[in-house]
């Protein structure tokens, strides 16, 4: 009898989980927005994601050109049982990403409070408009050329590392060359370090950039997905808290060095010290930006890390990608490499054969050239927000709760022949 009784509640129990999971597949068609049919009762539509078929990219692009059939601006699809709201025609990302940016200013999902997400591209709300406001005159174009020298410099050594190591005629890793490139112009430009990454592949802190993205990368178990999923365990299930006391560590030693000692370096760090000890950046730098003052609204040091952590972060992985998948177009496309061959030279002469910051911006084809990199290997597959507060689509009465996931496929975008002809060609 009592056996009788539990298979019963059992039943119950499953038929009305089942029946509840249904009735969330239909959430989005409740509102009136697009969706697919046939959700997986566990997985909703990311089946292949979880079975480890697809990629996050892969899946995203493959639900864009369901809704691009259905001839619809947007349309909703599940995560399990999640709701997602896919972005597909460019005007309404156009209202998400600027007119109406208010109501979706939060990213998703928040990862961790740790000092790897402690910057401008985890915050969010007030935090983030507060540092914003702050960090926008570090990357205006006086900024950037400040630190150009500093860039060059590092060039010397990676023309010095490739022609050393090529001599024999034998094959080469380019992106772990240009890797520890990119760690010393990072080194260098933001942390005010010489980090000898060129000279020494098993220099500390280029070692410790390729263990951060080493377990950043590293792919959940299946059971751990699902957990993360159901909200159970923290999207952020790796520990890297030796790494983010070293990138600490040497943050702190080296602005208390520099305040102690009144040393100015036209740097990144610098202008984070001016953010510490002024509230602001100012055009002038001088010894004054050293003294510990308090500035009203200055960052504190573990902001200051944060930063200048973020600053290796988007900077290490992204430019050590890009950099190989350009070089890889420039060899298969000949002709393409001979213009730009061409244009260099060209400019240079106008500068007195000198590579300068000037020269740079002068050199447009070698621009379309990264542009068109970036379009065809952008660095992320998709770019994610959270709605903060009720949205409502203009001119429509769909409304956008708020809490709700929302997802921008740029890698389909970028290869969507209605906006470029021929995508998996290389045409800058």
């Not at 050393?164 to 380019?174: F, N, V």
């Not at 003052?293 to 992985?317: D, H, K, P, Y």
């Not at 379309?368 to 903060?388: F, I």
């Amino acid at each position: 009898m009592f056996l009788l009784a539990f298979l019963l509640v059992l039943t119950g129990i499953i038929y009305y989980g089942l029946n509840s999971k249904k009735k969330k597949f239909t959430y989005w068609r409740r509102k009136g927005i697009a969706q697919q049919d046939g959700q997986h009762l566990l997985y909703g539509d990311v089946k292949g994601l979880f079975q480890r078929k697809k990629q996050a990219g892969e899946l995203s692009t493959e639900i864009y050109y369901k809704f691009k059939k259905m001839g619809v601006q947007h349309g909703g699809y599940y995560m399990m049982s999640n709701p997602q709201w896919l972005l597909i025609h460019p005007s309404i990302i156009r209202l998400v990403m600027t007119k109406d940016f208010q109501h979706f200013s939060a990213h998703n999902p928040k990862l961790s409070d740790s000092l790897l997400f402690n910057n401008i591209f985890h915050m969010d709300g007030e935090p983030w408009k507060d540092i914003r406001r702050k960090l926008s005159p570090t990357f205006t174009s006086g900024k950037m050329k400040m630190v150009f020298d500093m860039l060059l410099e590092k060039t010397h050594g990676l023309s010095d590392l490739m022609a050393s190591t090529t001599k024999d005629g034998k094959a080469s890793e380019i992106k772990t060359l240009l890797a520890r490139f990119t760690t010393d112009v990072i080194g260098t430009c933001g942390f005010g370090i010489e980090c000898d990454s060129l000279n020494n592949e098993n220099s500390q802190f280029f070692q410790q950039g390729q263990e951060l993205f080493k377990r950043f990368m590293k792919r959940p178990k299946f059971i751990t997905s699902i957990l993360i999923l159901l909200g159970v365990l923290s999207p952020f299930r790796f520990d890297v808290t030796d790494i983010e006391d070293f990138f600490r560590q040497i943050v702190n030693k080296t602005v208390d060095y520099r305040e102690k000692n009144k040393v100015v370096r036209k740097d990144f760090l610098h202008l984070m010290i001016q953010l510490k000890n002024k509230g602001s950046i100012t055009d002038i730098i001088n010894e004054k930006d050293v003294c510990q003052t308090n500035g009203e609204g200055g960052l504190s040091m573990e902001e200051v890390a944060g930063q200048c952590l973020l600053f290796f972060t988007a900077g290490f992985e992204t430019s050590s990608t890009t950099m190989p998948f350009a070089l890889l177009e420039l060899a298969h496309n000949q002709d393409i490499q001979a213009k730009l061959r061409e244009e260099i030279p060209e400019v240079l002469k106008k500068y007195n054969g000198n590579l300068t910051y000037e020269a740079l911006q002068d050199m447009t084809y070698c621009e379309n050239v990264m542009q068109e990199t970036l379009r065809k290997y952008p660095p992320l597959a998709n770019l994610t927000r959270l709605c903060t507060k009720d949205y409502r689509i203009p001119d429509t009465d769909i409304v956008i709760d708020k809490g709700t996931n929302v997802n921008i496929p740029i890698i389909a975008l970028h290869n969507d022949p209605e906006y470029f002809p021929d995508p998996q060609k290389f045409m800058p």
